[in-house]
């Protein structure tokens, strides 16, 4: 079966940096995509890597490796209103968006 | 409107009621989606349109209708809610791939 595995929660301090990790089994690889959603909200689109590396974006980095099947979504200088929940979500060879449960961010000063 | 707009934000409805979810985008993005999304799991697909015209099933499909007949509009249909579709449903849209979509605000529909 496909698979998106993220950590449910993690906890980092304001100005610190911090990497979710996100581990799939998919049926072929088209993408990943990290998406933002702060509670209450829709998500909204963050980044999106095909080939292996380091995507740059401001404080938000994502790295890919196709290799060992994850990718690391990496927050720098965190802000308090980087506390949110980040999904992870690999499109497979059938053009079908699988989706992680998420990850929360707490942000503590 | 600006984006997608969906309409209601909330609703609390009994069960075997007809329940139409609104969903409406600007973007003349060819694509459109629905998922579910629940405590404790990924966003969940529904049902989703490559083009005006045309519906697709997703994952979860069962009891819940969908019609496209433009470019803006993709409604969904609960024909006789039960209380396992209490979610948070929001609708999607896209201009190619479906990991880069925008995001309506949602609706939180509790069935009781």
């Known amino acids: 079966g496909q698979n998106i595995d993220q950590p449910t929660e993690m906890t980092a301090t304001e100005g610190a940096i911090v990497q979710i990790n996100c581990t799939y089994q998919?049926?072929?690889?088209?993408?990943l995509f990290w998406y933002q959603q702060h509670a209450g909200e829709a998500p909204t689109f963050l980044s999106y890597?095909?080939l292996d590396g380091l995507e740059e974006k401001g404080r938000f980095s994502s790295f890919l490796s196709r290799s060992k099947g994850y990718s690391d979504l990496l927050l720098k200088e965190l802000q308090m209103k980087d506390s949110a929940s980040y999904l992870c979500?690999?499109?497979?060879?059938?053009?079908?968006?699988?989706w992680g449960a998420g990850t929360k961010l707490i942000i503590k000063p | 409107i600006a984006g997608i707009t969906q309409a209601p934000t909330s609703q609390i409805m009994a069960a075997g009621r007809r329940m139409t979810l609104r969903c409406t985008q600007d973007?003349?993005?060819?694509?459109m989606y629905w998922y579910r999304q629940d405590l404790g799991l990924g966003l969940r697909l529904i049902h989703y349109?490559?083009?005006?015209?045309?519906?697709g099933k997703g994952e979860v499909p069962d009891g819940y209708s969908v019609s496209r007949a433009n470019t803006d509009d993709f409604p969904l249909t609960l024909a006789s809610a039960v209380p396992s579709q209490t979610s948070v449903y929001f609708c999607?849209?896209?201009?190619?791939?479906?990991?880069?979509?925008?995001f309506g605000q949602g609706t939180r529909l509790t069935v009781v």
């Open positions: 999607a849209s896209s201009d190619g791939s479906p990991g880069q979509a925008f």
């Open positions: 973007m003349r993005h060819n694509a």
């Open positions: 349109s490559n083009t005006a015209g045309t519906t």
């Open positions: 890597n095909v």
């Open positions: 979500a690999v499109e497979d060879s059938n053009y079908q968006l699988i």
């Open positions: 998919t049926s072929g690889f088209n993408g």
